[in-house]
């Protein structure tokens, strides 16, 4: 058979018409027949992109190959695993975040490839998955931020689709815990979830379904039914993301091949025939660990797994067009198996349906693999949508497009937002980018972070648009930025960070960066490549061809100046691994001025890369902002730009590359940026991409000795206002402005002006980087640098009202700061209004300073700050949200008492701990897991004695343990809680209330005990014993580690009829009574039966007790009762109950006779029981 023919179909590129013929050889050579309609379909024509990867022959369950020949195999039937992944919202034929029509993916498309799929392999033979990440994106964002009770259109559509297991992905933990539970059980979709490696961490159990089996009755070849048990894994990446909601401590999660191969030996003795794992997991690499990410190469080496299905990769595997992974060890390239087994790996948003279908044979009564098939297959515009889940969005659709269309400023005439040859120059649209930045850092180093007001602001952006889908996938933004243009500049998800870097290390951030360009002569492209751009130098691509589609390495930076030589051999692999000792930046001056390597700089970007070089920098990160505040911010910096006319950034051409003169250059761009081209000197001619088209690639030719080398640009301005609350009488504005041959002037004054304007010549200079402003108006300012070359900026300011006070400044404020401060008008009296809460007030300095103690607020609580002055003249309102620095300070819900162990109270945050410090000395910790974390703070002490204790916590923060000891008054209690970060809140301390004693222990009491030992915990002023009605007391007392304190009473003896009640006493009161018997160690005082004058018999009974056989006899007991006469002592004798008797021969009783009896037993005697005979 010919082995590579089915690779060689799908990877041939020429006309239609030569690969129809080719096809039809291939079939007659292969015996293998393979519609016309299927060559279309891989060309894109018909209504999805199949790439199909078959065996030769049939295939054992082991993976070895039959050399293709024929095997006499028993009825076999087909299995067919389905799958979604990463669908992040996208379900609709609407690309809701830039305002377009979606053609090359949605859930409402990809659900009728699964139709088609399903009918083909016969429904009954088909198991379908989703693979997670189905939320994160600008609808479910705007749905949950809108109403976090509403059931997510998403997942109303996937319920509708008839998945028949699902698991969950990283982005899905974006939300709270408490939601996607929600939203899994309103969509009736919470029993098909399998996540096998997240648990509880308190209770070590799976949240969702561990794994499970379907049993399958599917039909074979011949219509016969064959059962089939199916064992299905579900895994999601071991790191899981704490934007909503910390998971540390709350969920824990285990590596997937740990957990993978766990949960096969539990299917396998569950009776599982085929088992695969539904992973979101990309394929990753060779190599990995416990801890890896993307497992689903690895995956395909653990035994007992048939089956691998991949997603949170966002790219198809196996694909004609070639991927990374084809290299790796056992990929198979003719069949698509990777170590002889299924792996599949799927497009994001609905692109891509995946199916991995294998052949089984019963043959021998046992399930076995004998063939395997892996397809994927790509939704193009001509996909039929399935209207019942397109319109699930329902009228979400017209708010979201309402949304995304809303204008937010004219762009100005000859701005140019695009970016068709933006690894060549500087771009206004790069250039906005880095001024948004900017005016961020600007306007927090200058408001909050103020040790940094003097340090030089950087700005660092990247493209996220460039070709990388095909050439209409570039950015060209014209006529209105609506609020869907945010999406060209950056992704959903994106944050801003400011960090804290020294010139050296944004010298090695730009080498890296640098190392995109192509050296000379190491890649020359044949002249049959691009004949129109033949001449007398040789060609080669300016970019390395890894780069062509793939910018996101290529960074471009502001507020300094660079220049870039790409004939030297770049320093840095893409991976950060230095490879040369060289450099290709060969300027870097701020103003003009060489930048130092110790020199310190405020840089403002959206990442930093995560590679080897960074990895080794120590950088310091000041602060960052959420993805939806960083919008935010977007939104608001265009906004004010509108107010002053339009959006027109201009660019400062602050960095530039030169070329080895021995070579031109290609640049891969696209057909719409020929007019872009044609204003551009140094690109002198084009060549369209083979295929023709408009989504294909246009080429241009880069002359380099035709690009500019002089400075004829003014600098880049970026101002910012101050403080933006309203003032009474004046404001500021801080302005930063830069240029390669360094700024001689900034000048400023009221009003729009042009740059040529006369008002320039008497316009006010900024100083200090900064001017005053008193009106409210549209302000320019002009900045010119040693050549000449002007540009110009304009700020609007709205904030002057001159019958309202300035409003107060008040530096940040935290959940754990005591006191709340600020400045405001000298002498005005301070408003801090907490929202939903009590309002306090403090006098402001005469030096316009003020500081209160503010009970400490929660993170999140907002505080309203305002002042008024004597003649009733009010501040706006400066609104201040309590930052979170830690957790929230914990609350008791009543005193420490002496008389319970007892301690509950509210934490005040979510997912924040409990730890109680007793006397400085015991910790109390709920789990280890909250040990480890109290023993990385700042709170951990060596000293202090760690303890685990049973703690019960609820959702709502409340909590409750119990002591294991009884608090004594002179104790201190301390309550902190403690977050997954290890930060500590700020302490609770309490003292312990002394109440009245708790009832004491008592030491054994017989009838022969003379003393009553009390103890007690707890220092008592007296010990008190009432014997019936006589009181005997102790006031002092022994201590002793063990035992405590000892109060040792003095009673007389007393029989066990007698009744004690004991108790202590302190200053508060007495203690519950301990209320008991004597037992009967000895006899009590023998019962005398009445004693008659005259009598010759004296009669009674005695207690028979003591015996330490068990059975109390006279004998075992060795009781005697002893009768004194008149002092004679006389022995009665004692029967076998007890009754005795004792006979006088000689003598009569007499009155006035004196009687006295007793008894003795093993254990001592009785008391004595006296009468006189009357």
Request: hydrophobic share 30%.
């Amino acid at each position: 058979m010919f082995k590579g023919g089915a690779h060689f179909m799908l990877s041939w590129n020429h006309t239609k018409k030569t690969f129809v013929v080719l096809t039809v050889i291939f079939s007659i050579i292969t015996g293998q027949f393979i519609s016309v309609a299927e060559v279309f379909a891989a060309e894109g024509e018909g209504q999805a992109v199949q790439e199909e990867y078959k065996e030769e022959g049939s295939q054992e369950a082991n993976g070895e190959e039959n050399n293709g020949q024929e095997e006499n195999l028993s009825d076999t039937a087909k299995l067919r695993f389905m799958f979604t992944s990463d669908i992040h919202g996208q379900i609709t034929t609407e690309d809701y975040e830039n305002g377009t029509v979606f053609t090359t993916g949605g859930l409402s498309r990809t659900v009728s490839l699964i139709k088609e799929a399903k009918k083909e392999a016969n429904e009954e033979n088909t198991l379908l998955f989703d693979l997670g990440d189905n939320m994160y994106d600008y609808t479910t964002d705007y749905i949950y931020n809108y109403d976090d009770t509403l059931l997510q259109p998403v997942f109303k559509a996937l319920s509708l689709v008839g998945y028949d297991a699902i698991t969950l992905g990283n982005h899905d933990f974006e939300y709270t815990l408490s939601y996607i539970q929600k939203q899994l059980k309103d969509s009736g979709l919470e029993d098909k979830v399998v996540l096998s490696n997240v648990k509880d961490v308190n209770t070590g159990k799976n949240i969702w379904a561990e794994n499970k089996i379907f049993e399958k009755q599917l039909v074979t070849s011949s219509g016969r039914s064959m059962k089939v048990k199916v064992g299905v894994i579900g895994e999601t990446i071991p790191s899981i993301p704490n934007k909503r909601e910390n998971y540390t401590g709350v969920l824990q999660t285990e590596g997937i091949i740990k957990n993978v191969e766990k949960e096969v030996s539990d299917l396998k003795e569950k009776g599982a025939d085929i088992i695969v794992v539904i992973a979101h997991s990309g394929i990753g690499s060779e190599t990995v660990s416990d801890t890896t990410h993307n497992v689903g190469y690895a995956l395909t080496k653990v035994e007992g797994v048939d089956a691998v299905l991949c997603g949170h990769g966002h790219s198809d595997f196996p694909s004609a067009k070639g991927t990374k992974y084809d290299s790796f060890k056992g990929v198979d390239l003719t069949t698509g198996l990777v170590n002889g087994k299924s792996l599949v790996q799927i497009k994001s948003r609905g692109a891509s349906l995946g199916i991995a279908d294998l052949e089984l044979s019963d043959a021998d009564n046992k399930i076995s693999i004998v063939g395997r098939n892996s397809l994927i297959r790509n939704v193009n515009a001509n996909t039929e949508v399935d209207q019942t889940i397109n319109d699930c969005m329902g009228e979400w659709t017209k708010i979201f497009l309402s949304d995304c269309s809303e204008i937010l400023c004219e762009i100005g005439n000859q701005t140019e937002l695009q970016n068709y040859f933006a690894t060549q120059e500087d771009t206004d649209l790069i250039q906005l980018m880095n001024n948004i930045k900017m005016g961020y850092g600007l306007s927090y180093i200058n408001n909050t972070a103020t040790e940094y007001k003097n340090y030089p602001v950087i700005g660092v952006s990247s493209y996220i648009k460039y070709g990388s889908g095909d050439s209409r996938d570039y950015i060209d933004i014209t006529g209105d930025f609506k609020r869907s243009n945010m999406y060209d500049l950056i992704n959903y998800k994106t944050k801003l960070f400011l960090y804290e870097m020294t010139g050296a290390q944004i010298r090695e951030w730009l080498e890296w960066s640098a190392g995109c360009y192509e050296t000379p002569g190491e890649a020359v492209l044949p002249e049959s490549d691009f004949p129109s751009f033949s001449g007398e130098k040789p060609l080669q691509y300016a970019l390395q061809q890894r780069y062509l589609n793939d910018w996101k390495n290529f960074f471009v930076f502001d507020g300094i100046e660079y220049k870039i030589d790409s004939s030297a051999k770049p320093r840095y692999d893409a991976n950060g691994h230095k490879i040369n000792d060289t450099r290709r930046i060969t300027s870097l001056t701020r103003n003009g001025a060489a930048v130092a390597d110790t020199d310190v700089f405020v840089v403002a970007s959206h990442q930093v890369p995560d590679n080897a070089l960074f990895k080794e920098m120590d950088i310091k990160r000041i602060t960052y902002i959420s993805a939806d505040q960083y919008r935010n911010y977007i939104e608001e910096f265009i906004s004010k730009m509108a107010l002053t006319g339009n959006l027109k950034p201009i660019k400062d051409n602050n960095w530039s590359i030169s070329y080895s003169d021995k070579y031109n250059y290609v640049i891969k761009s696209a057909k719409n940026g020929q007019d872009e081209a044609d204003r551009r000197e140094w690109l002198t001619s084009s060549s369209v991409g083979d295929d023709g088209g408009d989504s294909v690639y246009w080429y241009y030719l880069l002359e380099t000795d035709k690009i500019p080398q002089e400075d004829s640009s003014g600098p880049g301005i970026n101002a910012v206002i101050l403080n933006e609350n309203i003032m009474s009488s004046k404001g500021t504005i801080v302005v930063q402005a830069t240029d390669l041959s360094g700024v001689v002037s900034v000048k400023y004054t009221k009003g729009k002006y042009n740059i040529n304007d006369i008002v320039w010549s008497s316009a006010k200079q900024v100083s200090d980087g900064k001017f005053s402003y008193s009106k409210n108006a549209i302000y320019s300012i002009l900045a010119e640098d040693t050549k000449g070359n002007r540009s110009i900026a304009y700020i609007k300011t709205s904030n002057i009202d001159s019958n309202m006070l300035a409003a107060p400044v008040v530096k940040p404020y935290s959940n754990k700061k005591k006191y709340i401060e600020g400045t405001a008008k000298a002498g005005s009296k301070i408003y801090f209004q907490i929202e939903n809460g009590k309002n306090y007030s403090a006098k402001v300095t005469s030096k316009g300073t003020f500081k209160y103690k503010l009970p400490p607020q929660k993170a999140g609580k907002r505080i309203f700050v305002y002042a008024v002055d004597s003649k009733g003249k009010t501040s706006s309102r400066t609104t201040v949200t309590v930052k979170r620095t830690g957790p929230n300070k914990p609350a008791l819900n009543n005193n420490i008492k002496t008389n319970s162990k007892v301690v509950s109270g509210k934490t005040n945050d979510i997912y924040a701990y409990p730890l109680v410090l007793v006397d400085d000395k015991v910790l109390y910790v709920p789990s280890t897991n909250v040990a480890e974390l109290y023993r990385k703070s700042s709170f951990y002490k060596k000293s202090y004695k760690v303890v685990v204790i049973k703690m019960k916590t609820e959702a709502s923060g409340a909590f409750q343990f119990t002591l294991p000891e009884y608090p004594n008054p002179h104790m201190n209690v301390k309550i902190k809680t403690i977050d997954a970060l290890a930060r500590c809140s700020l302490q609770h301390k309490v003292g312990v209330t002394l109440t009245a004693p708790r009832k004491p222990a008592v030491s054994q009491v017989s009838n022969l005990s003379q003393t009553v030992k009390v103890y007690t915990a707890e220092e008592c002023t007296s010990a008190t014993v009432r014997i019936d009605n006589k009181k005997y007391t102790a006031a002092k007392a022994k201590y002793n580690k063990k035992t405590g304190y000892c109060y040792t009473v003095k009673v007389p003896r007393s029989d066990s009829t007698s009744i004690f009640r004991i108790w202590l006493t302190n200053k508060v009161g007495n203690s519950l009574s301990v209320v008991l018997h004597p037992t009967e160690k000895v006899p009590n005082k023998p019962k005398l039966d009445t004693v008659k004058r005259s009598a010759k018999k004296i009669t009674g009974k005695v207690h028979l007790v003591g015996s330490k056989d068990g059975e109390n006899t006279v004998e075992s007991t060795k009781t005697k009762v002893y009768l004194y006469l008149n002092g004679k002592k006389h022995l009665a004798k004692i029967k076998s109950d007890g009754t005795f008797y004792l006979k006088f021969k000689k003598r009569k009783l007499k009155p006035h006779d004196k009687l006295i009896c007793f008894a003795k037993n093993c254990n001592g005697t009785s008391l004595k029981r006296t009468v006189y005979i009357k």
